[in-house]
């Protein structure tokens, strides 16, 4: 599996982003879908995760109600819509993929994409 991740930019305090992770290769429906942030000197953080569409979404703590992931298994694309933007927010956004069950923990993701940038400016 292939990722290509886009939508990163610098937007204001409580402004909103939509990221983008398009996948090729295998059969994207089948796999669990993530999205990583890291932020200058964190480490690697999770943020949200998907499995099939009708099953529930899981979020980290600190983007519960701002930020929501959905896939379209059509076009073999997971999104993170980012709204009411805080600086700490600001990192390094990255998509994954795995098999199986849902997963909050980076090293169960096989797959990754390049990352995108996300600013948040105060």
């Known amino acids: 599996v292939q990722l290509q991740a886009s939508g990163g930019g610098l937007v204001q305090t409580g402004g909103s982003l939509r990221l983008s992770c398009a996948a090729s290769g295998r059969t994207f429906s089948i796999y669990v879908m993530g999205w990583f942030r890291q932020a200058p000197g964190k480490e690697r953080e999770f943020v949200a995760a998907?499995?099939?569409?009708?099953?529930?979404?899981y979020y980290a703590d600190s983007v519960k109600g701002r930020f929501t992931i959905s896939r379209d298994n059509a076009k073999n694309t997971v999104y993170l819509q980012m709204n009411s933007l805080k600086p700490d927010d600001t990192a390094v956004y990255y998509c994954a993929a795995k098999p199986g069950p849902p997963s909050t923990t980076e090293y169960d993701y096989a797959y990754w994409g390049q990352g995108t940038l996300v600013t948040v400016s105060s």
């Open positions: 998907k499995a099939w569409s009708t099953y529930p979404a």
